[in-house]
Every structure is written in C-alpha cells, then in structure tokens.
C-alpha cells in the first residue's frame, strides 16, 4: 500500500503519513488503530516490543472501547489536552469514578501521560 493510498483512506494528506513515518506528528490511539484495521495487523505490530499493551482478555475489550463513539470522542479530547498535568488528573479523575477499580497503574501512567 502506498503512503498516498493509506491516507485517502484516513481521510488525511500524504504528507501527514509521511509526518507520522518521520515522527515529526504523533499518532493518537484511534488513527493507529485505525491504520492496523486498514493494514491488518494488530496494534501491537507498531512497537519494537509488540506492543506490551493490554493481556489478551483486555485487548478486544479496549478495541471495542476505542471504535465505539464515545472512545473515539474520549480519545481524540484527551490527546487536545497539552498540559501534562492536566492529562494527569484527568487519568485520577477517571480512576476515581470508575465503578471497577483498576490495578494500580499510577506510577506506569504519570509516566505515560506526561511523555505521551
């Protein structure tokens, strides 16, 4: 598949592709899952490590999550989010209202949210 092709697909130019090849932009979590359904790899297959992302009862979860209209809209108003303090609180607020609570992944997601 050309870069060309990818991106009418995205709905995007080529030269955004090519931004995202160079790391010139950062990919937010729904286009990347967007490009893996398009390509047919998994998400994973973009990492070094494969990935290193949810276990293997999650991850169709998650996907499910991300595709759904409020992930894509949760998703794409976090990544607007510059101040990594406030992503940050936004991760506690999050935790603190779900009705499941989540492992305690404090640590892991400071570093996450606040290196993007």
């Keep these: 598949m050309t870069q060309h092709g990818l991106a ?8 955004q592709i090519q ?3 160079k790391g010139t932009n950062r990919i937010g979590a729904s286009r990347l899952q967007r490009i893996s359904e398009i390509l047919r790899v998994p998400v994973g297959f973009f990492f070094e490590n494969g990935g290193g992302g949810p ?5 169709s979860e998650l996907n499910k999550f ?4 409020e992930g894509l809209a949760l998703n ?6 510059e ?15 779900a009705v499941t609570g989540l492992p305690d992944l404090d640590a892991e ?3 996450t949210v606040a290196n993007g």
């Design 83 to 97: 101040d990594p303090n406030i992503r940050q609180k936004l991760v506690a607020l999050a935790k603190s209202l």
């Design 19 to 21: 931004k995202y090849e």
């Design 8 to 15: 009418e697909l995205l709905g995007i130019t080529f030269q």
């Design 109 to 111: 997601l400071q570093d």
């Design 55 to 59: 276990i293997e009862g999650e991850t």
């Design 66 to 69: 991300l595709s759904s209209k």
């Design 76 to 81: 794409k108003a976090f990544i607007a989010i």
